[in-house]
T-cell receptor, first 113, second 114 residues
């Protein structure tokens, strides 16, 4: 069964902290994505990666960075967390050549206080 | 550039009634279209997808959607709503030849009334 696992379901962090959100997929997918979900705004793409050590900015990359050292793992980094980064974060993966059907993790609800 | 518009951020139906969730897209090339469902505090699960071929697509849980190129629409329907259908539904589009990401609509929260 297809599986995308996010390391935490809920996180509470303080303003200014460096925050790491981890995502692992077991499907050998080439493409991995980080989305942010806010009420009324749907899902907005932060960053994506189509290969190890490759990354591309999405629609809202400011305040975020990513790391993909291994094919199965894609990390989202908040360099200095701010209260406006309080949100639900969703990781997804897809295989090239499958009409980009994405498989999602359970989400991490991050609260920055 | 591709985009998706979902009409109605909240839809309420009675149990047993028809469910209709609307989605219109904008794409400069033939699109791939998806509907995802999200239950509370969960990730997104694929309901159905249109890539090529038959324009009426059947998905899980009795849902179906019809791709209408002339109307640039991909509305989601289910003949008879069940309480367990209460969730948020997202329409998404990707384009052949584009970068490999999906563009999502803003979502429609479906409430099913007893």
């Amino acid at each position: 069964d297809v599986k995308v696992t996010q390391s935490s379901r809920y996180l509470v962090k303080r303003t200014g902290e460096k925050v790491f959100l981890e995502c692992v997929q077991d499907m050998d997918h080439e493409n991995m994505f980080w989305y942010r979900q806010d009420p009324g705004l749907g899902l907005r793409l932060i960053y994506f990666s189509y290969d190890v050590k490759m990354k591309e900015k999405g629609d809202i990359p400011e305040g975020y960075s990513v790391s993909r050292e291994k094919k199965e793992r894609f990390s989202l980094i908040l360099e200095s967390a701010s209260t406006n980064q309080t949100s639900m974060y969703l990781c997804a993966s897809s295989a090239t050549g499958t009409q980009f059907e994405a498989f999602f993790g359970q989400g991490t609800r991050l609260t920055v206080v | 550039a591709q985009s998706v518009t979902q009409l109605g951020s909240h839809v309420s139906v009675s149990e047993g009634a028809l469910v209709l969730l609307r989605c219109n897209y904008s794409s400069s090339v033939p699109p791939y279209l998806f509907w995802y469902v999200q239950y509370p505090n969960q990730g997104l699960q694929l309901l159905l997808k249109y890539t090529t071929g038959a324009t009426l697509v059947k998905g899980i849980n009795g849902f179906e959607a019809e791709f209408k190129k002339s109307e640039t629409s991909f509305h989601l329907t289910k003949p008879s709503a069940h309480m367990s259908d209460a969730a948020e539904y997202f329409c998404a589009v990707s384009e052949l030849g584009s970068a490999r990401q999906l563009t999502f609509g803003s979502g429609t929260q479906l409430t099913v009334l007893p």
